[in-house]
C-alpha cells in the first residue's frame, strides 16, 4: 500500500517537472523573440512582382505553389546553420506555404554537405554556386533570407535568423494581406 | 542501519530524484540536449530528439528500479554506466570549450558541458557502488521521499520561472489605482 501511494505521488512529482520544463522552453522561446534573440528585417530592394526567368528542376514547384516561402542559407554563415538545425525540430516551419530552400555556397561540396543535413533533407533544395541564381534573379545577398512568393511571383523578402521569429513575422503579414 | 548502508540509501534518494528530473524534462523537451549532444558529435544529428528520449527513457527506468529492490541491482549498474557517461560528455565538453547549454533538466539556458557533469557522474558512479556493495534496504516510504526530493529539486531548477510567476501572480492581485490601470 505504502509502495503504492508512494509511486502515485513520484507520478504526481513527474508530471510536475514535465509540466514546468514545458513552461521553461515556452518562456525561453517567447524570450528569444522580444529580445531581439529574433530578429527580421525587410529587404527593401527586391524586385516585388517578379516571376523568375529560370527556376531550377529541384526546385521547380515553386512556380506553381500558390503560396511559398524559399529560405536561403550560406554556408558560410553561423546563423544559417542555426536555422537548419531548427528546420529539424520543426519540418513545417511555415504553415500554409511551400518550403524551398537555396543553398548559397563558393563550391558544390561544400553546398552539398550543407544540404544534406537532417533539417534540409526532406525540402526541395537547390546549392546555388557562388549565390549566382539567388543574387541576379532576386538582388538577394544576404543570408539567412526567407524569399515569399504568392503564385510564383516575388511578394516580399526578409533577413531572420530565427524561424520561430520567421513564422511569427510571416503569420502577421499574411493577415494583413488578408485584410 | 549502518553508516554505509544510511549513506547508499540517501543517495539512492537523490539520484533517483535526479534521474526523474532529467529524464522526464528531457522527454517533454529534448531540443536543448540534442542540440548539446550534437555539438560534441555532429554525426549524432541525424539520431535527433528520438535518441535524447531513448536516453530519458533509460533513466525513468533507472530512476524506479532504485526504488524496486527486486531490480536494484541491475538499476545500480545503469546508474553506473550513466555516470561514466555524465562524466565523459562533461569532460568532452571542457576540451572542447563547448559553449552550447547541456539541456541536461530541458532547458535552453544554463551551463555547457563541464565541471558540473564531471561531478555528477562522480557522485551516481559512487552511489552506484555503494548500492552494490552494501545492498541497502530502504523503507517502504522510499518512493514517496523520492517524490518529495523530485519536487525539490524541480522547484530549485526552475525556480526563476516560479519567482516570475509569484510576481506575475502578485502584480495581478494588485488593486487597478494601485497598479496605474484605470
Avoid at chain 1, 3 to 19: K, M, Q
Avoid at chain 1, 90 to 96: H, I, K, L, W
Avoid at chain 1, 120 to 145: M, T
Amino acid at each position: 500500500m505504502y509502495y503504492l501511494f508512494g509511486f502515485t505521488t513520484l507520478l504526481l512529482a513527474a508530471a510536475i517537472v514535465a509540466l514546468f520544463a514545458m513552461m521553461g522552453a515556452l518562456k525561453a522561446s517567447i524570450d528569444a523573440g522580444e529580445s531581439g534573440g529574433g530578429t527580421v528585417h525587410v529587404l527593401p530592394d527586391v524586385p516585388a512582382g517578379h516571376a523568375p526567368d529560370f527556376v531550377p528542376e529541384s526546385i521547380g514547384d515553386l512556380r506553381g505553389a500558390d503560396r511559398a516561402v524559399m529560405l536561403v542559407l550560406s554556408t558560410a554563415c553561423s546563423s544559417c546553420a542555426e536555422v537548419a538545425r531548427q528546420l529539424a525540430d520543426e519540418p513545417r516551419p511555415v504553415t500554409a506555404h511551400d518550403v524551398f530552400v537555396v543553398v548559397s555556397t563558393p563550391d558544390r561540396a561544400t553546398g552539398d554537405a550543407f544540404r544534406g543535413q537532417p533539417g534540409l533533407a526532406p525540402l526541395p533544395c537547390f546549392v546555388d554556386e557562388g549565390g549566382q541564381w539567388v543574387s541576379s534573379e532576386f538582388n538577394v545577398r544576404h543570408s539567412p533570407s526567407a524569399l515569399v512568393f504568392r503564385r510564383g511571383r516575388l511578394v516580399s523578402a526578409m533577413v531572420f535568423n530565427d524561424i520561430a521569429t520567421l513564422r511569427r513575422a510571416m503569420a502577421t503579414s499574411t493577415k494583413e494581406v488578408a485584410a | 542501519m549502518s553508516a554505509a548502508n544510511a549513506v547508499a540509501a540517501v543517495g539512492i534518494y537523490a539520484a533517483s530524484a535526479v534521474l526523474v528530473c532529467a529524464g522526464v524534462a528531457k522527454h517533454a523537451v529534448p531540443g536543448p540536449a540534442r542540440r548539446a549532444v550534437c555539438s560534441l558529435v555532429p554525426r549524432l544529428e541525424q539520431a535527433g530528439a528520438p535518441l535524447v528520449r531513448a536516453v530519458a527513457t533509460i533513466e525513468l527506468l533507472t530512476a524506479v528500479g532504485l526504488l524496486v529492490p527486486a531490480v536494484r541491482p541491475v538499476a545500480a549498474v545503469s546508474m553506473a554506466a550513466f555516470g561514466a557517461g555524465f562524466a565523459a560528455v562533461g569532460v568532452a565538453g571542457m576540451l572542447a570549450s563547448e559553449r552550447t547549454p547541456c539541456g541536461c533538466f530541458g532547458s535552453a539556458t544554463g551551463r555547457p558541458f563541464g565541471i558540473t557533469n564531471i561531478a555528477a557522474g562522480a557522485a551516481l558512479s559512487v552511489v552506484a557502488v555503494l548500492v552494490v556493495v552494501n545492498r541497502p534496504t530502504l523503507p517502504a516510504m522510499a518512493p514517496t521521499v523520492t517524490a518529495a526530493l523530485t519536487v525539490a529539486l524541480c522547484a530549485w531548477l526552475q525556480r526563476v520561472h516560479i519567482a516570475t510567476l509569484i510576481v506575475a501572480t502578485r502584480r495581478a492581485a494588485l488593486p487597478a489605482e494601485t497598479s496605474g490601470v484605470r
